[in-house]
Structure formats: C-alpha cells, structure tokens
C-alpha cells in the first residue's frame, strides 16, 4: 500500500524486530528498510518501508527496532513525482534480506480503528485515460480504441488490475491474469472496474475500448492481400449489429446478410474497398423494412479478390 504524504514525512517502525536490508534497487527515490519479526537463516515474516530519503534513514541491518521507533523519513519527490511510503508485508529467509522477499499480505486489513467513511477515487492512469492497456507482462502500451491480443489492465501507481485474484494479495500465480482480446469478437466495450477499501467503502469507475484483433485501420500496404470480416459489437445480441470490413483500395465490394437457408435477407453495401477497416450497421431488418426473426444469420463480403463470412445471432 502506498500512503500520500508530505516531503520529509517521519516513518515509524510498527513492529518490533531486526533490521535485514537497507538499500535501494533503482535510484536515490526508492531506498528501502525491511525489519524482520525475527533474525533468522529461515524464513521470517516483517515489513518494507520504501522510498524513504537516504540521509535520514537511521537504521542499518542488524540493528533491533521497537514499535514506534523512527526509522527514517519520506523522499522528496517534488520534482516530478508524488511523495509517498510504499509499505508492504513481506517474508524472507536470512539475516541479510536483498529485495526477493514474498508479499504476504495487506497490512492495510490489518490495522486497527478503521473509521474510513470516504470512498476510494480514481485518477487517470494514462493520460486523461481511466485505465492503461500494455501488453500481457510487460510494459509496451497499446491504445484502448485497438487492442489486441492478451493485455494487462493497469491503474495508476502501476497497479495491474489483471494480475490479482482479488483476496488483497500478490501472489506470483496472479501474473497469468489477463484479458485475452482475441477470446471475443472484435467491437467496443466497457471495461468496469471497483475499488473497495478494508472499510467496505466502495467506488465504480469504467471506461469504453474497442478490441481489434483483425484490424486497427490498417492500409493495405501494411500486407492485407483479401478481404476479411469480423463483428464489431457484442454479439448474440439484442441491439443492432456492427461488422467490421476490409477490402483492398477499388475493388468493388458487396455486403449481405443470409439466413440459414442461403436465402439474402438483406444488402447492407455496394461500393468500393478503400485498403482500410470500415464498418457497416445492420439493424436487424430485410430489404422490406420489415424485422426479421430470432435466430442465426450470416454476413457475407463479397470482392475480386475474394470472400470472407461471419455468423451472427440476434436475439428478441
């Protein structure tokens, strides 16, 4: 957990113990003291301060700590980022501890008097974006109006949303959490999340995105050689039905609908391919305006260069 704090902020010990690291991993804004519960060659649970200013640390491994001591203060991060203490409940195993320790758990759910009645809030983890999207572990992002493949869902700080299971622990096993794009037909949704403190106190927040596994908009000259067609809305649906299309640039192009008999329902195109992804809309009625019934229906393209189909289901 990560607390918001004032440059300069004193950091008390909350345990009695040993001291097993004191160092940093990545800069002068991220040292970091780990106090054990126990000195130990095996395994021991304790916990992490970090980000705390170098020059006020007053600990060094091996020495003990008592509940209340101050052990150092926050770093400024005034300079660009938000001043913080990311405190953790964590184990290891040895008398020096050099940052592979395990999260064991949420101190947060541990503290006493908890009288939160504010809510969680959300911030733009991208951007003005809600969320952030980056590819399944790692750190390459990718737009949210065309994401493919399995993706990370990121919120600010860097937490991955994707990767918990949601009892309030890291574990390594949450790393294979993630939303594989390619598991639903491509089209627009809502991607809702919700934050709820050790208090019960409870925030909803959601963001639109779009899913496009077959194209992003793509030219032709990025290798599409044939004609290719997806959906571009959920479906089995009750609402009107997007597909997504792609033709090379000129070539004439013929978009129908078929029930399962082959018989066309009805044309929702005639034009030309323009060597990028376009959509068309079909409302769930014939040639005749009349709406047709329930059930299976295919969405044919038809060019030179070939053809490309897909089924849809409407439901009533």
């Not at 491994?61 to 913080?84: L, M, P, Q």
């Not at 376009?278 to 409302?283: A, F, G, K």
């Amino acid at each position: 957990m990560d607390f918001l704090v004032a440059p300069n902020a004193p950091v008390f010990s909350v345990s009695n113990g040993t001291v097993t690291a004191a160092f940093t991993p990545s800069g002068e804004h991220h040292w970091r003291v780990a106090v054990a519960n126990t000195a130990s060659y095996y395994w021991s649970g304790g916990y992490m301060y970090a980000h705390l200013d170098p020059a006020t640390i007053t600990v060094d491994r091996g020495d003990s700590v008592h509940i209340g001591d101050v052990i150092g203060e926050t770093a400024d991060w005034s300079d660009g980022g938000s001043t913080r203490l990311h405190f953790a409940k964590i184990r290891d195993a040895g008398m020096v501890w050099h940052g592979d320790w395990i999260c064991t758990g949420n101190p947060y759910i541990e503290l006493p008097n908890r009288r939160e009645t504010d809510p969680p809030f959300f911030e733009p983890a991208r951007g003005t974006d809600l969320l952030a999207f980056c590819e399944d572990e790692t750190w390459d992002y990718q737009e949210p109006d065309c994401l493919t493949e399995c993706n990370d869902v990121r919120r600010i700080f860097y937490h991955t949303i994707t990767n918990t299971d949601g009892d309030g622990i890291c574990e390594e096993a949450d790393t294979l959490g993630a939303w594989d794009t390619s598991a639903l037909p491509d089209g627009d949704y809502v991607v809702r999340v919700e934050a709820i403190d050790a208090a019960g106190n409870a925030t909803v927040d959601s963001m639109i995105v779009t899913t496009a596994n077959i194209s992003c908009g793509v030219s032709d000259t990025a290798g599409s050689k044939g004609p290719s067609l997806s959906l571009a809305s959920a479906n089995p649906g009750r609402g009107p039905v997007r597909v997504r299309w792609f033709a090379p640039t000129a070539v004439p192009v013929e978009l129908d609908v078929y029930d399962v008999s082959g018989r066309r329902v009805r044309s929702l195109l005639r034009g030309l391919g323009l060597g990028r992804a376009c959509t068309s809309d079909w409302d769930g009625s014939d040639d005749r305006g009349r709406t047709v019934a329930p059930g299976v229906y295919f969405a044919r393209l038809v060019t030179d260069s070939g053809t490309a189909a897909i089924k849809v289901v409407l439901l009533r």
